[in-house]
């Protein structure tokens, strides 16, 4: 089964006693600890919140700047004159009404719209980038930091640069003038980092990564971590072939790669070998230790690297017909499991992934041509996403979601890559590298953008003038031409995204500057409290009548209703931001003019169908009113 998980801080449920902080996941109406149901997970008690109930129900918080899809999000009680007016009636009802601010609560919780928000993160967050700041050409600002000796949480105490290490972890206080690697002279092993065709990073579980470059004439290995004020080291020189890829699977310390070489006695056919590396003797020996080949044939597989998932492994293959397909594997004895093939004439799969907690499958294609493309929102075209249950692998048939593609404004640099990646933090929300744009996606609505990558908050130095700074010209910071250098512009090299047994990783390489993110836990962006209380409780009664509780009942169906239109200070709202629609801006709204004894049962009424219908509706039509209020596209 394809796995529900969301991230909580403490705002919905508890275990033994306390605030439970991190994943949950949801069976049969139970929610238990972890990312997906193991031998160790544990039983939540819910907090009684709406967000806990959110949960529980397995809500999406996937609003995005499109108009929002209505259709279900509030329903009109179920009530004719036919009806027996009984407690099953009467449950049937207050369960819609329930639903209806359940919904009305989740609209005002949205993603995360800035996924490299590293101007506004904590200075000991999830995020910092290595840099140096003086060269050969420029001497000002000589220093290295070494952060080994220093005191957590004090000034690092600075010293001159005494070995192997690149220390220049910088963190976000305010932009800083970076020198390019390449006029780097006091760390000769970083100039290269500037020379950089193409390069791969994977993460081990405890944030330490290896990150392997490519130049136009050797490879390169480097170590660090993404924990905030880590340094980088650069292992060795030449450990791998140029351009070589690898996949690394964390929960078996295997590095994957495919590797392809001319058949032997059929020069015009090329044979692909997927070679399994132990990757444990990566770091203390300095070499790759070849664990297992399997030899792939000379079917046409097209990519360098293999998705891998919890039981799974997968590659895309080109058959010589054309046709391109997923072969699905078992990833502990290769053995053949699926064969994933589009439905539709002229359709072409272009990049799928495998999540390692229910080896799910996310598929991206490109529509076949007269594909039924119902909307196209950023005006360049679409793609097709399935997504497949690892229990029921079937070809893509037509249970598609349409992806729509944008441009931004700013300048980036355009590959030929489109990845897509399941996000470790939330089970329905996936990242698209659509050629060097780099977007979070919800699963379960894909056409607009939920966040993206800008470059406008890391902190590059403004530009500066003659005669509008105070500083002094010989003590100044920042250089002479400072602006005019590749390390203070925004000249992406690469942006690669990748993955642990947990969390997701960015890795930013601009000339003269690494940024390290880690994906934050909080995916989202709530406009109402994330502790509101659910105050409806279902009642269970012996009764076949009414019984007492209606009124109790009712009343706190309205006073939840209130409290979520009460707690909505503001409102999400489209703007454009870098020529892309998102869910950024905010509103106010105008106060909603509601008769309360409409919604309530009097001591001289008699109840009956008449009565009731008047109560239930007036409810649905408060609720209403505060679904078109969050969703009215008026500022």
């Known amino acids: 089964m394809i796995e529900y998980f969301k991230f909580t801080g403490g705002d919905a449920f508890t275990l033994s006693g306390e605030d439970y ?18 031998s160790s997970s544990k039983v939540l008690s819910s907090k009684d919140t709406f967000l806990s109930n959110s949960f529980i129900l397995q809500k999406e918080f996937d609003r995005t700047a499109g108009i929002v899809d209505t259709t279900g ?28 601010n359940i919904n009305l609560y989740s609209l005002n919780i949205i993603g995360n719209t800035n996924l490299l928000d590293f101007a506004n993160s904590a200075k000991d967050g999830n995020a910092y980038f290595l ?30 640069y ?54 136009p004439t050797n490879s390169y290995t480097f170590s660090g971590s993404f924990i905030p004020g880590s340094s980088i080291e650069r292992l060795d020189s030449g450990l791998f072939p140029k351009n070589l890829k690898f996949t690394y699977d964390n929960s078996t310390d295997t590095l994957y790669s495919l590797v392809t070489a001319v058949a032997t006695g059929a020069p015009n056919r090329v044979k692909t070998t997927l070679k399994l590396y132990d990757n444990s003797f990566v770091n203390p020996c300095g070499n790759l230790k070849l664990m297992d080949e399997i030899d792939l044939g000379t079917d046409g597989i097209l990519d360098t690297t293999v998705q891998i998932g919890n039981n799974l492994l997968g590659y895309r293959v080109q058959d010589e017909s054309g046709l391109i397909y997923i072969q699905i594997n078992d990833k502990y004895s290769h053995k053949p499991i699926a ?9 072409k799969i272009l990049a799928f992934d495998i999540r390692d907690t229910d080896d799910s499958i996310l598929v991206l294609t490109d529509p076949p041509p007269g594909g039924m493309i119902e909307e196209d929102p950023g005006g360049v075209g679409a793609y097709y996403l399935y997504q497949l249950d690892a229990e029921n692998i079937t070809d893509l048939g037509s249970n598609f979601k349409i ?81 005019t250098l590749r390390s203070n512009i925004y000249d992406q090299i690469n ?80 703007v454009e931001s870098e020529g892309i629609p998102i869910l950024r801006g905010s509103k106010t709204y105008e106060n909603i003019k509601v008769d309360f004894r409409d919604l309530e ?19 649905y039509d408060f609720q209403k009113t505060i679904l078109d209020v969050i969703t009215s596209e008026e500022e």
């Open 403 to 483: 992806v729509g593609k944008f441009v931004p404004d700013f300048e980036y640099r355009r590959t030929n890559d489109i990845e897509i990646f399941f996000s470790g933090n939330d089970s329905n929300i996936f990242l698209l590298n659509d050629n060097g744009f780099i977007t979070s996606r919800f699963i379960s609505n894909p056409l607009y953008i939920a966040g993206f990558a800008s470059p406008t908050n890391l902190l590059y130095p403004a530009q500066m003038y003659f005669n509008d700074t105070v500083e002094r010209f010989g003590v100044i910071q920042k250089k002479f031409n400072t602006n």
């Open 162 to 215: 005494g070995g192997p290490n690149i220390t220049a972890p910088k963190d976000n206080l305010y932009p800083i003038q970076i020198d390019p690697f390449s006029f780097v002279d006091k760390v000769p092993d970083v100039d290269v980092l500037d020379d950089t065709i193409d390069s791969e990073v994977f993460v081990y579980d405890d944030k330490s990564y290896f990150y392997f470059t490519t130049t």
């Open 339 to 347: 064969k994933i093939e589009s439905s539709f004439p002229g359709e």
């Open 73 to 100: 999000m509030v329903e009109v009680p179920d009530i004719s004159p036919r009806n027996i007016i009984d407690q099953s009636f009467i449950d049937r009802n207050l369960g819609i009404l329930n639903l209806n």
């Open 131 to 160: 840099g140096l700041s003086s060269g050969k050409n420029d001497i000002r600002n000589n220093r290295v930091l070494n952060y080994e000796t220093a005191v957590p949480g004090s000034v690092p105490t600075h010293k001159t």
């Open 21 to 38: 902080n991190g994943f949950v996941n949801v069976r049969n109406g139970i929610v238990y600890s972890g990312k997906s149901l193991t």
């Open 495 to 574: 942006f690669l995204i990748t993955k642990n047994s947990s969390e997701i990783f960015y890795l930013l390489h601009n000339i003269g500057r690494l940024y390290l993110f880690k994906e934050g836990n909080l995916a989202y962006k709530n406009y109402v409290p994330l502790d509101l209380p659910h105050l409806y409780d279902k009642i269970t009664s012996c009764e076949s009548s009414l019984g007492i509780s209606l009124n109790s009942e009712l009343q706190n169906i309205i006073k939840d209703a209130v409290n979520i239109y009460l707690n909505l200070s503001l409102i999400a709202s489209e």
């Open 601 to 619: 049962f009097h001591d001289n009424e008699e109840v009956n169908y008449s009565v009731i219908s008047r109560v239930f509706n007036a409810i």
